[in-house]
């Protein structure tokens, strides 16, 4: 079915981006407006003047620049939707951030709806067999993004910040354990076989292993199951869960301070080329191990949807996770003040 005419306002927003040195067709303008990411149409213009509103302009605008750079709008759309916060936008913001999740497991052949629930015997094997086929015939990384920047680091001689986790999350020793904890939860493994397999991927540094496995030891001896109490205890169908009945303010919250955090991360991260203490500064702080080590900053084009669902998620459950990312933004807005001095 051929497209109707574009109308004075579509050509009218078409030439104020040209102005701006940006372009747009009305085509794309109707595939931001259906999406939500911009205002209807009779919504763009000021109704005393009759002009196209400057915010509506200036959205438009950041989705010709982020259209432009060739890559799909992706989780910047979920920012525009958690800004106007109305009930269709946030629905669609908890649709995407629950799907984030689930998408990487299907692609592995892996349907949530099928997972078989219950303690039982039967639903725990098949779990373990599911689990064990996402990982058939997969290559494990190397190395995750912080081993990556040691490595450069430790070849120009310059020293960084020693982690505080392991030191490296996509080792083989944590896929497997970490693959059932995703679909079974903390009833299909067990705290030892993490510690162990933590402790695989750190042969060197089994003060830290210890330490953990005292702290389980006395909060088991007063009756606490620290495990269980972790909100990813009931596995990626419990944060699925979460993030579907979290309150939409909270929801849009998490997101806007996700997404912030991690455009500012991704800007100094990209200064630190040229600027190697900014480097240093942000992994001395514990949240590079808590957010950017663990994946959940989508920095230089790595993570994407799923980092920022994870950040979501760890800002919406985790005790002190959403003031410790709040810190952290405040020491990334400081240092971008100080190169935007130089």
Known sequence: MARTKPSALELAMVAALRERGFTASPTQLERWRRQMWLARTADWTDPETGELRP??????????GISSTGRKISWYGWVFWAIDATPDSTARLRAAVAGAFERPFRGTGVDFEQIPQGESDEAFDARREMAA?????RRCPRRDFDGALRAGAAGAEFELPPSRSVSNIFHRALMGPG????????????????????EATMPGN???????RAAQCRAALAGVDLFAQSPLAAGLPGMIRAVREADGQALCTAVLACTKASTALTMLLTYAVNEPEILRTLMADEMWDQWVRVGFAPVLGVGGEVAVAMSVFQHLLMPGWADGL?????????LLAQHATV
Not at 55 to 64: D, G, K, M, S, Y
Not at 326 to 334: G, I, N, P, S
């Open 133 to 137: 086929r996402m990982f058939k015939d």
């Open 326 to 334: 709040e810190r952290y933004q405040a020491l990334m807005d400081t």
């Open 206 to 212: 089994s003060e830290m292993i210890e330490q953990i």
């Open 55 to 64: 915010e509506v302009i200036h959205r438009a605008t950041v989705l010709a």
């Open 179 to 198: 693959a059932r904890l995703m679909l079974g939860g903390a009833q299909d493994v067990g705290f030892d076989e993490l510690a162990e397999a933590w």
